[in-house]
Nanobody, 116 residues
Framework: VQLVESGGGSVQPGGSLTLSCAASGFTFTSDDHAIGWFRQAPGKEREGVSC????????YYGDFVEGRFSMSLDSAENTAYLQMNSLQPEDTADYYCNARDPNEYWGQGTQVTVSS
């Protein structure tokens, strides 16, 4: 399994970014699979951002998301997306794609910086 994130960058507060996670060797439609996003800010522990259970499409977000982020899957392209709106400086972190089947796989991460 290989997960490749892209789409990170620098934005001003209130801005938007869309992260992509291209997955190979991982099926988005199988039972007991899940794919999600985590983030890790400097000096902080890694925390869950969002997760989709590929079996039933159930979707979870971290409490801090507060409706600002939206995760989606394109099964045909085997790509997961994280649309992030209303970004704030506290969203600055490395964002990682995570997949479970139920073995766990991680991408290399993409950096998001929110600063004026």
């Amino acid at each position: 399994v290989q997960l490749v994130e892209s789409g990170g960058g620098s934005v001003q507060p209130g801005g938007s970014l869309t992260l992509s996670c291209a997955a190979s060797g991982f099926t988005f439609t199988s039972d007991d699979h899940a794919i999600g996003w985590f983030r890790q800010a400097p000096g902080k522990e890694r925390e869950g951002v969002s997760c989709i259970n590929t079996h039933d499409g159930s979707l979870y977000y971290g409490d801090f998301v507060e409706g600002r982020f939206s995760m989606s899957l394109d099964s045909a392209e085997n790509t997961a997306y994280l649309q992030m709106n209303s970004l704030q400086p506290e969203d600055t972190a490395d964002y990682y794609c995570n997949a479970r089947d139920p073995n766990e796989y991680w991408g290399q991460g993409t950096q998001v910086t929110v600063s004026s």
